[in-house]
């Protein structure tokens, strides 16, 4: 049995974006002590019962950043130069980030939800979705109410972590 179900998910997330995102508001104003302990906590019980396998809504829907270093080490490993690397599959955004011409992400094998240069990936992919490193304080917040809405993975911490303090 799928760990994720994203039919099931995007029609939650639709009625529950709004209340949860208050939530993460309410949270960024008054911190309770111990976040980041319960934080951590919500966290290996989310991965202990989803497998991106199942998902690879992030690959389908967003894009990551890449960095100089990940252009050079992605487009090495394809033999392409970074130029052809930058003109074939990225475009800078208003921000000035490089980022995915085409969704999903042209490195997803849709059909196995695998990356196909998960050695060389860009470390946004590596690191996402950043529950370790980014912690819920007014530097971050933005990016947990962001991804709630794409990820199942926040979307659980999200719902856990209100549980565990009962708001
Ligand atoms: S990181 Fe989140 S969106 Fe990406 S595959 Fe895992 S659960 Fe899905
Ligand atoms: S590079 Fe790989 S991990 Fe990153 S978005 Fe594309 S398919 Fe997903």
């Not at 994203?6 to 995102?21: C, D, G, H, W, Y």
């Not at 011409?101 to 950043?130: E, M, S, W």
């Given at each position: 049995m799928p760990t994720v179900n994203l039919t099931s998910f995007k029609r939650k997330i639709k009625k529950e974006k709004t209340p949860l995102r208050r939530f993460l508001a309410k949270l960024e104003t008054r911190q309770p002590k111990n976040l980041e302990e319960i934080k951590a906590l919500s966290d290996k019980e989310v991965w202990?019962?989803?497998?991106?396998?199942?998902?690879?809504?992030?690959?389908?829907?967003?894009?990551?950043?890449?960095?100089?270093e990940d252009i050079r080490r992605i487009s090495k490993q394809l033999g392409m130069s970074q130029r052809e690397f930058r003109e074939k599959w990225l475009y800078k955004d208003r921000t000035g980030d490089w980022i995915n011409k085409k969704q999903p992400c042209q490195f997803l094998d849709t059909k196995t939800n695998l990356c196909n240069i998960y050695a060389v990936r860009p470390r946004d992919c590596a690191g996402f979705p950043h529950h370790n490193l980014k912690k819920m304080n007014a530097d971050y917040m933005h990016m947990?109410?962001?991804?709630?809405?794409?990820?199942?993975?926040?979307?659980?911490?999200?719902?856990?972590?209100?549980?565990?303090?009962g708001y």
């Amino acid at each position: 049995m799928p760990t994720v179900n994203l039919t099931s998910f995007k029609r939650k997330i639709k009625k529950e974006k709004t209340p949860l995102r208050r939530f993460l508001a309410k949270l960024e104003t008054r911190q309770p002590k111990n976040l980041e302990e319960i934080k951590a906590l919500s966290d290996k019980e989310v991965w202990a019962s989803l497998d991106c396998l199942d998902c690879a809504n992030c690959c389908k829907t967003m894009s990551p950043t890449y960095t100089g270093e990940d252009i050079r080490r992605i487009s090495k490993q394809l033999g392409m130069s970074q130029r052809e690397f930058r003109e074939k599959w990225l475009y800078k955004d208003r921000t000035g980030d490089w980022i995915n011409k085409k969704q999903p992400c042209q490195f997803l094998d849709t059909k196995t939800n695998l990356c196909n240069i998960y050695a060389v990936r860009p470390r946004d992919c590596a690191g996402f979705p950043h529950h370790n490193l980014k912690k819920m304080n007014a530097d971050y917040m933005h990016m947990y109410k962001q991804n709630l809405e794409y990820c199942p993975a926040t979307y659980r911490l999200v719902i856990s972590i209100n549980e565990k303090l009962g708001y």
